[in-house]
């Protein structure tokens, strides 16, 4: 299995500060017959289902606001969320899709400062 | 627009059978493409993948559950289901119903049931 390590657990930025969430995965989810990262982010708000944000490492899903922005590639993969916002209080997921069986990430918690 | 809505006991008792339905509005599984699948979330282990099926035939299990899980389509009601057998208090979760993005095993998930919690107790 691939293991995903999400880092870091927790942390509270300030409205308007930038957010930075790491994910390191064990082996490389770079598919090189397509040049494609299979790695994805989610976000989590209380009560409510994971949403998908972003595929292919850094493509955002529509009706994302383009605050949020994924970036890496192989092994290494950052979330960023460049002006925090009340409403991205969440718990933020990374996902690899490369292999069977797919894994999450521990989950990083952001909060208001 | 399309929607997945999970149903079934909150209670199991060990060692029987969990069992859910997940009803799926908005499409019909039997014409669509796409992979239908299980995941959980426990506060301890976070998200956990389960498995995913497909109209075609085409299923995928975690190995860790393999031999304790089915999932199978019922496209006369546009359902489809999960069962996990020889349950243990390590099965309690909230349990989501999927659908990946792009129609492959190998996929992220842009549709999730709200979930469904379901404890293993005696």
């Known amino acids: 299995d691939i293991v995903v390590t999400q880092s870091p657990d927790s942390l509270a930025v300030s409205l308007g500060e930038r957010a930075t969430i790491n994910c390191k995965s064990s082996q490389s989810v770079l598919y090189s017959s397509n040049n494609k990262n299979y790695f994805a982010w989610y976000q989590q708000k209380a009560g409510q289902p994971p949403k998908l944000l972003i595929h292919?490492?850094?493509t955002r899903e529509s009706g994302v606001p383009d605050r949020f922005s994924g970036s890496g590639s192989g092994t290494d993969f950052t979330l960023t969320i460049t002006s925090l916002q009340a409403e991205d209080v969440a718990v933020y997921y990374c996902?690899?899709?490369?292999?069977?069986?797919?894994?999450f990430g521990g989950g990083t918690k952001v909060e208001i400062k | 627009q399309l929607q997945l809505q999970e149903s079934g006991p909150g209670l199991v008792k060990p060692s029987e059978t969990l069992s859910l339905m997940c009803t799926v509005s908005g499409d019909s599984i039997s014409r669509s493409d796409y992979y239908w699948g299980w995941i959980r979330q426990t506060p301890g282990k976070g998200l956990d993948w389960i498995g995913i099926?497909?109209?075609?035939?085409?299923?995928f299990y975690n190995p860790s559950l393999k031999s304790r899980v089915t999932i199978s389509l019922d496209t006369s009601r546009n359902q489809f289901s999960l069962n996990l057998r020889s349950v243990t208090a390590a099965d309690t979760a909230v349990y989501y119903c999927?659908?990946?993005?792009?129609?492959?095993?190998?996929?992220?998930?842009?549709?999730w049931g709200q979930g469904t919690l379901v404890t293993v107790s005696s």
């Open positions: 099926v497909a109209y075609k035939g085409t299923s």
């Open positions: 999927v659908r990946d993005v792009r129609g492959s095993s190998t996929s992220c998930y842009d549709y």
């Open positions: 292919w490492a850094s």
């Open positions: 996902q690899q899709y490369y292999s069977i069986p797919l894994t």
